[in-house]
């Protein structure tokens, strides 16, 4: 019976291993799309941030250079003196000398009443606004472990759909890689037509007559593409320089 396993490296970059910490590559597609929805309100948090600060430092220079103080210093004296002893000098210091006065008037104000009187945010008040934005963004890198339990759920509670699931998946991944065969197969002996060039030949060259070149000029597989190991086998015919890895061949 034809079997899936193992898996070739195009099919497993296209699953999802729950046990696998580290993300992988159908998750980041969806974490880069969550993020890109939190640029927004990045954009709008900076820009609330950097108005707040030019309100703030237009605020503070009309408040340091409008502060006007008016200071009003007056002083009056009036004093009627009236000589002598008769009975007339003595009638007008008693109606004139009501007139004596003296008062001395210093007034001091200012427009700082009327200054606006700006506060600017502290660290802490800073530091409190972006937090949540801080916090949805490692709730967008840390979903990933928890949509891996849908999967799980749906199959505990439709153990029949699972089963049907599965089924298909499995059928779907004989069609697709029959298909990648296929495609590998005629891929593999175009290239096999074609004439090497004079890079391809001078590499080969190299190769075989010094050895020690070969740690640094490794060839792939010609199938899957996989850096040349000890366990990579090349093609026994005499004129193909293919050559293929453990799973491959």
């Known amino acids: 019976k034809r079997t899936l396993l193992p898996l070739l490296r195009e099919e497993t970059s296209a699953f999802i291993f729950p046990c696998h910490p580290a993300l992988q590559r159908p998750e980041l597609k969806h974490m880069v799309l969550e993020l890109l929805r939190c640029i927004p ?62 008062f001395d008037t210093q007034v001091e104000t200012s427009n700082l009443a009327c200054l606006p009187q700006p506060r600017k945010m502290t660290r802490q008040q800073y530091w409190s606004t972006c937090l949540p934005l801080a916090a949805l963004a ?14 799980a759920i749906a199959a505990f509670y439709f153990p029949k759909r699972e089963k049907t699931r599965v089924l298909f998946l499995y059928n779907k991944l004989l069609r697709q890689r029959k298909t990648f065969l296929h495609l590998q197969r005629g891929r593999i002996a175009r290239q096999a037509r074609q004439p090497p060039g004079l890079g391809t030949s001078l590499l080969d060259w190299s190769r075989q007559r010094w050895p020690w070149l070969r740690r640094c000029l490794r060839r792939g597989c010609t199938w899957c593409g996989t850096a040349e190991t000890p366990r990579h086998r090349p093609c026994p015919a005499p004129d193909c320089r293919a050559l293929y890895c453990e799973r491959c061949w």
Not at 138 to 151: D, T
């Open 138 to 151: 490692l709730l967008c890198l840390a979903q990933v472990y928890p949509f891996r339990l849908r999967r």
């Open 41 to 102: 309100l990045l954009l709008f948090l900076l820009f609330v941030c950097g108005l707040d600060h030019f309100i703030f430092s237009i605020l503070s220079i009309i408040q340091h250079h409008s502060f006007v103080q008016y200071s009003y210093q007056t002083s009056h004296h009036m004093s009627v003196n009236v000589m002598g002893t008769s009975l007339m000098a003595q009638l007008l210091r008693s109606t004139i000398g009501a007139l004596n006065t003296s």
